[in-house]
């Protein structure tokens, strides 16, 4: 994987929400569904709705308070998932799709709320293989890191640089890994 400090300084906003956040850098473990802090405290959890098209997951705390809403576009021949904030279906954050049908090596570029009608040029950027399921998640098309995830023993291991919102973060990874695997993490 690329090699980046990181410790170096993020001026990034919050994307999700102030309170996901943090100044130091942040390791996360994916197993399933289930998203847990280096301590073992889970911080998140992916639902699928029981009833309706298993097109949509919900982000939501360890309280089961909705944090993002993600729902695949069904007629995207690019895998494009569209992200609101909680359960809300009318407060689009962010989109994220597959830069094109044909990949040798995976590629999914987001774009944030003001950037969405135009889709001229990606907000962040993810790169990945499929075989290995780790990916690097870059500020647009640039080589500036904010997140690292590799495969672990029966697990994914996520590595948030400081200063970047961690919700967001592991919302693209299940997205990332939903468009690789077709099935999720």
């Known amino acids: 994987m690329a090699k980046q400090d990181p410790t170096s300084s993020n001026t990034m906003l919050p994307l999700v929400g102030s309170e996901f956040v943090r100044p130091?850098?942040?390791d996360l473990t994916i197993t399933g569904d289930t998203v847990k802090d280096a301590t073992g405290n889970k911080v998140f959890k992916v639902k699928t709705p029981l009833f309706g098209?298993?097109?949509?997951?919900?982000?939501?705390?360890?309280?089961d308070s909705p944090i993002v809403t993600m729902k695949m576009k069904v007629?995207?021949?690019?895998?494009?998932?569209q992200v609101y904030r909680g359960s809300d279906l009318d407060d689009k954050?962010?989109?994220v799709k597959r830069s094109s049908t044909v990949q040798l090596k995976t590629r999914v570029e987001v774009f944030l709320k003001h950037n969405q009608?135009?889709?001229?040029?990606c907000d962040f950027t993810i790169k990945g293989r499929f075989m290995k399921r780790a990916c690097t998640i870059y500020v647009a098309d640039s080589t500036k890191i904010i997140a690292q995830v590799y495969e672990g023993h029966e697990r994914l291991v996520a590595t948030?640089?400081?200063?970047?919102?961690?919700?967001?973060?592991v919302t693209l990874i299940f997205i990332f890994d939903l468009i690789n695997m077709g099935t999720g993490i």
């Not at 098209?53 to 309280?63: C, G, Q, S």
């Not at 007629?75 to 998932?81: F, P």
């Not at 009608?117 to 040029?121: G, P």
């Open 24 to 26: 130091q850098p942040l």
């Open 117 to 121: 009608t135009r889709e001229s040029s």
């Open 53 to 63: 098209l298993h097109n949509k997951r919900i982000l939501v705390d360890p309280n």
């Open 75 to 81: 007629t995207s021949k690019h895998d494009r998932w």
């Open 160 to 169: 948030i640089y400081p200063n970047v919102d961690y919700a967001f973060i």
């Open 93 to 95: 954050i962010f989109t």
